[in-house]
């Protein structure tokens, strides 16, 4: 789908004979170079799940963590530059707030994600600053509101979803989530099957070894958004290992 | 204190709020009708007490901030915020203002909610008195109120408060107003000098 911009993508403050705006899809093109992250929505909450490759064995466990905390009832898990998302997830936070010292209670999770698209859309006006090169996905549990999941991308817009995936293998990981019904699924069966997905579609041809990162805001932490506890992480990854393990088989015995 | 009698009270399902209608320069009655129930929005309301120019530029500073706000939000505001930007203005500027707001409405997550912000702070109580009249039927309102009464005892109660105070306290008279909020709306009412309950002495 590559195209030449040629002239008309030196900047983003320059539109090009078709319409585009050729720096801003090059932001795009650096989030789908990144590894993936999916976000879903179920029942009773929300569940992240992100996998980061590990580029080499001396890294600490646990570093250059993609999910990150907004606030105590929002999540966000992001792909893409870790820096400029890094950066945005400072004004999430500062957005968030700043709402709760002027208005007295929890930022709505829709406002959040308007607030911060409406700033990453403000770098994609102008030739002197480049646009953030990253998407992320951004989800809260509310007693009276319900679970909630927004993704942002580097155009500066954000869309409420019941599930979502960036990264470069959004496609593989939709198709998965499509199969899901995830409207009648707790927050606990969602874990099992998002580290389900994050496996299937991880390559480990190209790609060696990952780290899974889970995390989950909903009923199941009242309203908090924390990392999965260590047993419920083991549990959903074996889950996951098992049924690839399944599927090997069926694929031979369909041979 | 402060000039006025307001009061504020809570029932299931929605507030009362009410007060006198007096507006005093010392001694001389400057305006004997003021309703000083003033609309912050569809369903939040707050009572106006102290200096009259104060409280006047307080609501209307919050009526225009909560405009915006319920704008951006996409839904009606909630009391809590509402309170809350009332609170943020009474405590930066303390030492220059002198007015007392009691801010009461309904939103569709806590129901009828009363909060104080007198001299900057923020409490959500059952009901509020505020103003010089208050000191007068404290005692009353905390013998007669009783957890749970309906929106028919709330405003009888509320205009047997300000009709007490009214009769007692100097800076306080004229007629009485009273305004009811609950999911539907908000109900306006005016109760006239001759209409209001008399008690002992009148």
């Keep these: 789908m590559s195209s030449i911009g040629t002239g008309y993508d030196l900047s983003a403050s320059t539109f090009s004979p078709d319409g585009r705006v050729f720096q801003v899809e090059y932001a795009m093109k650096a989030v789908e170079n990144s590894s993936t992250a999916i976000g879903i929505r179920c029942k009773d909450g929300v569940v992240f799940g992100v996998e980061k490759l590990v580029l080499s064995k001396l890294y600490e466990q646990g570093s250059n963590k993609r999910i990150f905390n907004v606030d105590r009832h929002v999540g966000m898990a992001v792909a893409g530059l870790l820096a400029d998302a890094r950066s945005l997830s400072e004004v999430a936070r500062e957005e968030a707030s700043n709402f709760r010292s002027n208005y007295g209670h929890n930022i709505p999770l829709k406002h959040l994600s308007e607030r911060v698209a409406m700033y990453v859309h403000a770098y994609t006006l102008y030739s002197a600053v480049r646009p953030f090169g990253c998407s992320f996905i951004l989800g809260s549990y509310d007693q009276d509101d319900g679970p909630q999941l927004y993704m942002v991308d580097p155009s500066g817009i954000s869309y409420g979803y019941w599930g979502c995936a960036i990264g470069k293998a959004k496609q593989a990981a939709k198709t998965e989530i499509e199969k899901l019904q995830m409207k009648d699924m707790t927050c606990r069966e969602l874990v099992k099957e998002v580290a389900k997905i994050i496996y299937i579609v991880h390559d480990e041809v190209k790609d060696k070894a990952f780290e899974l990162e889970l995390s989950w805001v909903g009923e199941v932490t009242n309203g908090k958004h924390e990392l999965v506890p260590k047993d419920v992480r083991e549990e959903a990854e074996k889950y996951a290992k098992d049924s690839l393990e399944e599927e090997d088989d069926s694929d031979e015995e369909n041979m | 204190k402060s000039i006025t009698t307001i009061i504020a009270v809570e029932f299931n399902g929605g507030v009362v709020l009410g007060s006198d209608s007096r507006v005093s ?170 209409e209001l309950p008399t008690f002992y002495d009148q």
């Design chain 2, 25 to 194: 320069a010392g001694e001389t009655v400057v305006n004997r009708v003021m309703n000083k129930l003033s609309l912050l929005h569809d369903k939040i309301y707050c009572a106006l007490s102290g200096s009259a120019a104060d409280a006047q530029t307080i609501a209307e500073m919050v009526n225009y901030q909560l405009d915006v706000h319920s704008i951006e939000i996409g839904e009606d505001p909630q009391v809590r915020s509402a309170a809350t930007l009332v609170k943020n203005i009474s405590y930066k500027y303390k030492e220059e203002l002198s007015a007392h707001l009691i801010v009461a409405g309904w939103d569709r997550r806590g129901g009828g909610q009363v909060f104080v912000t007198l001299n900057g702070l923020l409490s959500r109580q059952p009901f509020a008195v505020g103003g010089s009249g208050s000191s007068y039927v404290y005692g009353f309102v905390d013998a007669e109120y009783q957890k749970g009464m309906s929106k028919e005892d709330c405003q009888q109660f509320v205009v047997n408060t300000i009709s007490l105070a009214m009769s007692r306290d100097g800076s306080s008279g004229g007629v009485a107003y009273l305004v009811t909020i609950d999911e539907k709306g908000a109900e306006e009412k005016c109760i006239l000098g001759n």
